[in-house]
């Protein structure tokens, strides 16, 4: 038994210390954005969201990314257009399902191209995703930039539709995170 407990607290010690070479780096929430980009056949819009959350765990070097998470409430979005942002919440339940979420499960840096692999949870279907994008370094100040293509269809969402006609199944978000 004594041997079991010295095990666990040497298991547990060293699992302290390595989560403390560990710190977790929140976004700049006044720098950092996601927007979309949709197309109707009459014509193109986007919105956009400032009220985004992230965390990016580091090491105390911010050398090493080990994980990134970020989340952003649908009725967030801004069009410039109200019926518009009504109508997308109302496409995309976001009542019911109101944040979209990307966890990584890994992340890779080679010089200033990053690729963060994990899942995206939106309309409460999680599909796994790789994010590809830049980094930018500023002294302590981290920028990430990139953009990426989704299917409404994949997060089983009809697309909307204006005077009988759908817009595009596909999507583009873009997204800017930045952490100081």
């Known amino acids: 038994m004594k041997k079991l407990s010295f095990l666990l607290v040497i298991i547990l010690l060293t699992l302290s210390a390595f989560a403390q070479d560990k710190v977790k780096v929140s976004g700049a929430k006044e720098e950092t954005s996601i927007t979309y980009s949709m197309n109707h056949p009459l014509h193109a819009w986007t919105g956009i969201s400032k009220d985004v959350n992230s965390i990016l765990l580091m090491d105390n070097a911010r050398t090493t990314i080990y994980q990134v998470a970020v989340s952003a409430k ?8 109200a019926n518009r942002d009504s109508h997308m919440m109302e496409v995309t339940e976001a009542l019911k399902f109101p944040n979209v ?15 963060a692999a994990g899942t995206l949870t939106f309309h409460g279907i999680a599909q796994p995703v790789t994010l590809q994008g830049k980094l930018t370094r500023e002294g302590a100040k981290l920028t990430f930039t990139g953009e990426f293509k989704l299917k409404m269809t994949a997060f089983k969402i009809d697309p909307p539709s204006l005077m009988g006609i759908s817009t595009d199944d596909e999507f583009k978000l873009e997204f800017k995170a930045v952490y100081q």
Not at 74 to 81: E, L
Request: glycine share 4%; net charge negative; charged share 25%.
């Open 74 to 81: 649908v009725s967030t979005f801004d069009s410039k257009n």
């Open 101 to 115: 979420t990307f966890v990584s499960t890994e992340v890779t840096l080679e010089g200033s191209d990053f690729k």
